[in-house]
T-cell receptor
Framework: DAGVIQSPRHEVTEMGQEVTLRCKPISGHDYLFWYRQTMMRGLELLIY????????DSGMPEDRFSAKMPNASFSTLKIQPSEPRDSAVYFC????????????FGSGTRLTVV | AQKITQTQPGMFVQEKEAVTLDCTYD???????LFWYKQPSSGEMIFLIY??????QNATEGRYSLNFQKARKSANLVISASQLGDSAMYFCAMRERDDKIIFGKGTRLHILP
């Protein structure tokens, strides 16, 4: 199993540009989570999906952020327009429904907005 | 209110000593799970250990053990015989019935040679 795959690993973009982060969860996992990590705020849960359906997006900072999961093997997190304060590491994680400790993170995307 | 509290922002420990990283949690769900993750300077999140709320025994994984005290809502991570490679950020997390997983602020552990 290749684990949770995120792309790109690093992204540098100019303020105002659209940014799309991608995630491929582990096959067979029912849940997909998007987190943002910053020094100031730690690891924040942005949104999570169950069977491709968004369950809780209360952590999404504002309307500039959106996430989709068109199928069981792919999810995107989009920021439009991006701002410097969006600079962070964005993690995707996936798990099974009754997976206990089976909860795996991707390698993360380091986003820098200049 | 914080659901996961890690009171130690940073710790310095001599190599080969045992380390206890504190974690307390807050939930009213009878069914929940507790996790510990390690994040080295390279940035990846590495799963260490898991404890289910109904598990009778404390979880152990090699040098890692979880000191689960349900009545006190405490889930401390114990690392035995610490090594230089244990220097990292450590996060405690909780999964409740809604399957949402929330993380604490973390503890930065420094192992001294």
């Amino acid at each position: 199993d290749a684990g949770v795959i995120q792309s790109p690993r690093h992204e540098v973009t100019e303020m105002g540009q659209e940014v799309t982060l991608r995630c491929k969860p582990i096959s067979g996992h029912d849940y997909l989570f998007w987190y943002r990590q910053t020094m100031m705020r730690g690891l924040e849960l942005l949104i999570y999906f169950n069977n491709n359906v968004p369950i809780d997006d209360s952590g999404m900072p504002e309307d500039r952020f959106s996430a989709k999961m068109p199928n069981a093997s792919f999810s995107t997190l989009k920021i439009q327009p991006s701002e410097p304060r969006d600079s962070a590491v964005y993690f995707c994680a996936s798990s099974r429904r009754d997976g206990g400790g089976d909860y795996t993170f991707g390698s993360g995307t380091r986003l820098t907005v200049v | 209110a914080q659901k996961i509290t890690q009171t130690q922002p940073g710790m310095f420990v001599q190599e080969k000593e045992a380390v206890t990283l504190d974690c307390t949690y807050d939930t009213s769900d009878p069914s929940y799970g507790l996790f510990w993750y390690k994040q080295p300077s390279s940035g990846e999140m590495i799963f260490l250990i898991y404890q289910g709320s109904y598990d009778q025994q404390n979880a152990t994984e090699g040098r890692y053990s979880l000191n689960f005290q349900k009545a006190r809502k405490s889930a401390n991570l114990v690392i035995s015989a610490s090594q230089l490679g244990d220097s990292a950020m450590y996060f405690c997390a909780m999964r409740e019935r809604d399957d949402k997983i929330i993380f604490g602020k973390g503890t930065r552990l420094h192992i001294l040679p």
